[in-house]
């Protein structure tokens, strides 16, 4: 069975912080993948991965930046918290190409920031 | 970019039937349905593949319609265990990126 596991089911910051939220996954997927959820607006995208060191933005990348020096390993970091950034942060993993590249999730965590 | 689904929500009774749909204003190639249940990571159901339909699990099935860039997830004879959180998800072509709808809240009641 393929396992993502994010770092902290729960955080609380402050407005301001550096925010860090690690996810590892163990089936050698090329794709990794953060998006947060929000009530009424599903996922959205925000940082994808598909290789060591590379990266690409997603739909909502303002605020966020990631970091992948290992394949198995994805971070996505907040550099300045801020209140409206509060959200449920998933982080997936996925086959590189072709149709049957389904996502398998972490589960997730629930970020306030105050 | 991102996938539209009708409902946003719907409350069902046990035994009783509901349709999700999917619309995308880009083409599809394949498309991918998932639940989430409350607390936990969404998790696969099922792909739709370019030209076909493909049942799934229970009695939850899909269809796929590439032409007017929709899917539909068909839930029959509800059971409480299907309450949840219905994402369709695709993999955007020529790309390696990976979106999803805007998400369904389903609730079945006793």
């Known amino acids: 069975d393929v396992k993502v596991t994010q770092s902290s089911r729960y955080l609380v910051k402050r407005t301001g912080e550096k925010v860090f939220l690690e996810c590892v996954q163990d089936m050698d997927h090329e794709n990794m993948f953060w998006y947060r959820q929000d009530p009424g607006l599903g996922l959205r995208l925000i940082y994808f991965s598909y290789d060591v060191k590379m990266k690409e933005k997603g739909d909502i990348p303002e605020g966020y930046s990631v970091s992948r020096e290992k394949k198995e390993r994805f971070s996505l970091i907040l550099e300045s918290a801020s209140t409206n950034q509060t959200s449920m942060y998933l982080c997936?993993?996925?086959?590189?190409?072709?149709?049957?590249?389904?996502?398998?999730f972490g589960q997730g965590t629930r970020l306030t920031v105050v | 970019q991102q996938p539209v689904q009708s409902p946003q929500a719907v409350i069902l009774r046990e035994g009783e039937d509901a349709v999700i749909n999917c619309s995308s204003s880009?083409?599809?190639?394949?498309v991918h349905w998932y639940r989430q249940k409350h607390g936990e990571a969404p998790v696969f159901l099922m792909i739709?593949?370019?030209?076909?339909e493909q049942k799934g699990h229970e009695k939850i099935s899909a269809s796929f319609n590439e032409k007017k860039q929709q899917s539909s997830l068909y839930l029959t004879a509800s059971q409480l265990s299907y309450s949840g959180t219905y994402f369709c998800?695709?993999?955007?072509?020529?790309?390696?990126?990976?979106?999803f709808g805007t998400g369904t809240r389903l609730k079945v009641l006793a």
């Open positions: 880009k083409a599809l190639y394949s």
């Open positions: 997936a993993s996925s086959l590189m190409t072709g149709a049957h590249r389904e996502a398998f």
């Open positions: 739709l593949l370019k030209g076909g």
């Open positions: 998800g695709t993999p955007v072509g020529g790309t390696y990126k990976y979106i």
